[in-house]
Each structure stands twice: as structure tokens, then as C-alpha cells.
């Protein structure tokens, strides 16, 4: 895809962010487990970041898709994973939904603040027993009256103990298990809510994570999202755009990881020369650049069929397949360049290494998207190509 000037001063825009208001604090943030959401929110805010391919009604930019992945790549270059990570929640998984479905009225109530940042959002899909199998929830809202009644709890929610509203799925009939769930904006301040301590993960540690429990919650019918029952078909298309996003922000993340690690091997003195000059060094680098390019033109091909009005699901699953295991791969071979650095928890290629992995899990596990692209493909046994 060929990006204009446009694109490379929005990247530019983002990148400055990055190195302003986020680099500087991602270790005290990674310590503390949080870091301010609205603080930093209003800021993106007010640079238009958090509304770059919403409606200009709401407060958005209006532009397509392509410009918001420009920006999820910029992003990719913070010191930690999990403030993007709380961003793209913001952007592309808990109000892709609400911009495109929701009525008037509640976008006004809730997208528009969240593009200003004036509102944290967040999405709560995730259930303990259901995971990628997203169908398998249990949380229900049951009507009464003009409301909704929901009970249930949602596990791995980034932004909970900040979210001032969750896009949150529920089952609203007892039909088939993808045709009797909608989703409903619920705001955090509804009485029933409640939360546990913050999860203490493995890596996003800057971004809050908390299970959500929800205590005959009531809200107004009309904070559903589109019509009822719809809501599985939604989180489906959420999910292309949340995938998108992922692979473009690791795309950032890995082209950091590669750079640092390259300055290092070239400076670093191993038996009288530089670590690069080793043939296995610059070689292994290589082969690794190659793959992230590979990434790239695969994420920037769904970009474009996605931005043309195809269906993107095969491959925007095919590419948040390659980001998340080329994380991997870039980490673990990165950290063994900077050898006993790279085993300190403030190194770049530690800190890949420990964010990165969510990238096979979140979204869809790699398992999951292999899945898609075997029903899509006609990889399946027995099934042909279609």
C-alpha cells in the first residue's frame, strides 16, 4: 500500500507521543502495574488518536482504516506493551462496534467522550471458561421492563479499574449460541458492579487488568448495541479490526526490538570485534527482517481489501497468526543477542519477550486463527477451496 505524506505525518505525530508522554514513564508504570488512562486519554484526545477512522459527527477524524494502523505501528515503539495495548482496546475493541451500530443517542452518550478522552472504554468478552471460544459465555442480561439485568463476570478485562463504561456481551435469549447474545454498553458506575484485585501478569504490566463481576446490574435497553441477538455477528467484525490493529502494533514492537538489538551487536567488543561482524549475528538478523517485512505486506494487503469493503477475516487472521509467533521469534532470538542483558527485566528484548506473548493469546489464539484459515481456505479434511 502506498502511504502519503498524510500517513508518514500522522506516524510522525504518534511516534513524538510515544517518545514524549509514554517512554519516559514506562518503567515507573510497569512497577506500579498502571498508568493514568485519562491523564494520557485526553491527551491522545486531543491529537485526534483516538478517533482516526470514526465518524466526524462523534468527534472523529473519519479517515479509513489505514491511518489508524499507521498509528498502531508508531505505538509499537513505547518501552512497554501494555499502554498501547489499553489504547487499542480504547480504539478497536471495545467501540469499533458502538461507531458502527449504535444509535445516535449512544454514541453521543458514550463514543463521542471516549473519542475526546474524556471516557476510558473497555470490552468484556472474555469469560474463565470462555476464552477464544467466545460463543461458550454465560453472562446474561435478562429484560425487565425497559431494562436489561445482567449477571455474570468477565476475566483478563484491560482498563476494568478505569473503564468509565464496558462494551459488554451478554447472552439475551436462549437460541443458538451464535444468534442469542447482544452487546450493551454498561457504565462502570452501575450499582452490582464489582472487581477483584488486579491480576498480576506475566507481561502488559503498565495497563490495569482486573475479572469483573456483575451483580443483577441493570441498564437501559437502549444501551444495547444495534438489535438484539446480533451481538455475536458484531464481536466477529469487532474482532478484524482489534486482529488488524495487533499486527501493525507488532509490527512496531518488532522493528524496535530489531533496531536496538542491531546497535547493540554493533557496538558490542566479543573476542576483538563486534558482536555484528559474526556472520550468525547479521545473518539471523536478516533472515528476521525478511520475516517482519513478510508481516507487513500481509498486514497492509487486509488493510487495503479492507478498506475496498472485502472480507478481511482469513486475512486478518493470517496476520495476527504471523505477528503473534514472529513476536516470539524476534524475542527470544534478540534476547540471546544481548545475552546476560538481555535476561534483565528492563531490557528491550526481556520486555518483547514477556508483552509479546499475549499476541498468540488475546484476540483469538493462534489455534483459533489457524482454524479460520482452514475453514476459509478449504483446508479442512474433505473440504475443497471454494
Not at 57 to 69: C, F, T
Not at 306 to 334: F, N, P, W, Y
Amino acid at each position: 500500500m502506498q502511504l502519503t505524506p498524510e500517513h508518514e505525518q500522522m506516524r510522525r505525530t504518534a511516534l513524538q507521543f510515544v517518545e514524549k508522554e509514554i517512554n519516559p514513564h514506562a518503567d515507573e508504570w510497569e512497577r506500579a502495574g498502571c498508568f493514568p488512562a485519562h491523564e494520557l486519554f485526553r491527551k491522545l484526545g486531543e491529537l485526534g488518536l483516538l478517533g482516526i477512522h470514526k465518524p466526524i459527527e462523534n468527534g472523529g477524524l473519519g479517515l479509513d482504516v489505514s491511518y489508524n494502523l499507521v498509528v498502531a505501528e508508531a505505538l509499537g515503539w513505547s518501552a512497554c506493551g501494555g499502554v498501547p495495548l489499553a489504547i487499542g482496546v480504547q480504539t478497536d475493541m471495545a467501540t469499533p462496534a458502538l461507531a458502527r451500530f449504535g444509535s445516535k443517542a449512544l454514541r453521543e452518550a458514550f463514543l463521542t467522550p471516549a473519542i475526546r478522552g474524556d471516557y476510558v472504554a473497555s470490552i468484556a468478552v472474555s469469560e474463565t471458561h470462555a476464552g477464544s471460544d467466545v460463543a461458550a459465555i454465560k453472562t446474561t442480561a435478562r429484560k425487565d421492563g425497559d431494562d436489561y439485568v445482567i449477571d455474570g463476570s468477565k476475566m483478563w478485562i484491560t482498563n476494568a479499574l478505569q473503564a468509565d463504561f464496558f462494551c459488554v456481551l451478554a447472552n439475551t435469549s436462549d437460541g443458538h449460541r451464535h444468534a442469542n447474545k447482544s452487546l450493551i454498553i454498561v457504565p462502570a458506575s452501575s450499582k452490582g458492579i464489582s472487581f477483584s484485585k488486579p491480576l498480576d501478569k506475566l507481561g502488559m504490566r503498565a495497563s490495569d487488568t482486573a475479572q469483573v463481576f456483575f451483580d443483577g446490574v441493570r441498564v437501559p435497553q437502549r444501551y444495547r448495541i444495534g438489535e438484539e441477538n446480533a451481538g455475536f455477528m458484531m464481536q466477529m467484525l469487532q474482532f478484524q479490526e482489534e486482529r488488524l490493529f495487533g499486527a501493525a502494533n507488532c509490527i512496531g514492537c518488532i522493528e524496535r526490538c530489531l533496531r536496538l538489538t542491531t546497535d547493540y551487536a554493533r557496538q558490542r567488543q566479543v573476542f576483538g570485534m563486534p558482536l555484528l561482524d559474526n556472520q550468525t549475528v547479521h545473518f539471523r538478523l536478516a533472515e528476521l527482517r525478511t520475516e517482519l517485512e513478510a508481516l507487513r505486506a500481509l498486514t497492509w494487503q487486509a488493510c487495503e481489501q479492507h478498506i475496498a469493503g472485502q472480507d478481511v477475516t482469513m486475512l486478518a487472521s493470517m496476520a495476527k497468526l504471523k505477528a503473534g509467533r514472529l513476536v516470539r521469534e524476534v524475542a527470544d532470538s534478540c534476547l540471546q543477542l544481548w545475552g546476560g542483558q538481555g535476561y534483565m527485566w528492563d531490557n528491550p528484548a526481556s520486555q518483547l519477550y514477556r508483552d509479546g506473548r499475549l499476541a498468540s493469546i488475546g484476540g483469538g489464539a493462534d489455534e483459533v486463527m489457524l482454524g479460520i484459515i482452514c475453514k476459509l481456505s478449504g483446508t479442512l479434511p474433505g473440504k475443497r477451496p471454494q
